[in-house]
């Protein structure tokens, strides 16, 4: 018993110092989403060989899943290029000339969050690979992920869904109403539809997609299905739980997308405001 009294008294500054470094890494880490995200790429920079060999094993035991289901992505393109081709003539507008608004980027998941407040995924794709912030984050089948919000040399991280400080234009299919996509913590598989008009004709079942002003995802990209209708307090709009249609606990292989002319538009935007 007295060796370890000796023992404690003549540690006892090394291990008070080391209780406050930790205290202090923590707090600072946890003091704004940046310094998450920034905490995030270090960490993952570290232990990127790691991540990357029980990726691959998840790899080797998910891959007829993820072939069938590339597979049927790829059929699903080549019949739209094929309506596409029928439509536009050959040969009558030149591939130059088209202005292309998206480009698309493969990448793979190698961690992810779902049980905090603030959510981020790591990916495998970083600055070398043509990553950059504000890409937008899909599925392979389109499904809303999450938006990138730092990226090093190889890797990036990206807030998904599940992060109360992410908010995106959404859009009722049928309706045309729009309203805010937000997530207010609990079920991981609900999303709330905010600021949506009293007068719009919503209900369970329907469908929601990103709004085209979002600068982020392309218009068509899906986000969920109503799950709750309620009106709101204010009486002037709809509070909906929207289901989402990505599995967060599930992801692997995503799609990373480049608005071509976001840039220019928030620099518009910033500049109408001033």
Known sequence: MQKLIYFIRKTAVAIL?????????RTYAYSTPYTQARLLVWSNSVVRYVHSTFAGVSNYFTLRKENIRLTERIAALENRISTLEAVLPKGEVPIEGVLQQYEYCSARVISS????????????????????????????????????VDCSEHFAVAKTLLNVDLRLGGVLA????????????????????VELSKYANVKRGDLVRAAGFSHYFPKETIIGNIEEVELAENGTSYNCEVRLAADMDRLFNV????????????ALEERTKN
Do not use: C
């Open 17 to 25: 110092f080391v209780i406050l470094e930790i205290i202090a890494i």
């Open 113 to 148: 969050t779902t049980n905090r407040r603030r959510n981020f995924i790591t990916l495998d794709k970083g600055f070398q690979d043509g990553v950059f912030a504000d890409m937008a984050v899909m599925t392979p089948e389109g499904y809303a992920v999450g938006v990138v």
């Open 174 to 193: 049928d309706d045309g109403s729009h309203g805010s996509v937000v997530w207010r913590g609990g079920d991981t598989q609900i999303i709330n539809f």
């Open 255 to 266: 799609v990373l997308v480049r608005n071509t002319g976001a840039g220019e538009a928030q």
